[in-house]
């Protein structure tokens, strides 16, 4: 059996044949003893770092399947959902993305619209005539617009088609209406 005994008797003899080498070989056996050891250290570091990515890539190889062997027990359920449900498979789903995603790129592409204001003419006529008035209450036909020129700016107009006048009042009581 192996003793503590046998390892002091061990070192013991190791030390003696050690202290009786010349000088040269004992540095040389120091050496030696401590590259060993040095090595030794490292093929321990080596070691331990390939059992671990060992263990790691067990775990994610370990991980990948369980995770492929899920989808896969997804996918046949959902096949077979899809089968006895008589449903229409949705592959839309997929679609619609990419449709919005072409859609916003042609938006994207086309230029910005510069929304330019619309250059309105100087109306004579102020918006305070309204389209209601434009007709004459006594023939029916439409005011001219010198007729509402004169209207907002004097007050007073003549109809060219009767030649009712219409005043001010007439608009201000159309208004009201
Ligand atoms: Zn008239």
Known sequence: ????????????????WFLAQPLFAQVLVIIGVVAVLVLAV???????KGVAYLIYYLFKGIYYLLKGIGLLFYKIFEGLYYAISGKPKPQKCCETPN??????QQSTQQPPQVEEE???????TPQ????EITFCSECGNKFTDTMLESLSTSGVAYCIHCGSKKTQDYQMSIESQ
């Open 1 to 16: 059996m192996f003793e503590f005994s046998d390892i002091a008797i061990w070192w013991q003899e190791i030390v003696t």
């Open 42 to 48: 490292i093929l321990v570091y080596y070691v331990l």
């Open 128 to 131: 305070v005539v309204h389209p």
């Open 99 to 104: 449709e919005q995603q072409t859609q916003q």
């Open 118 to 124: 619309p250059i309105v003419p100087i109306q004579k």
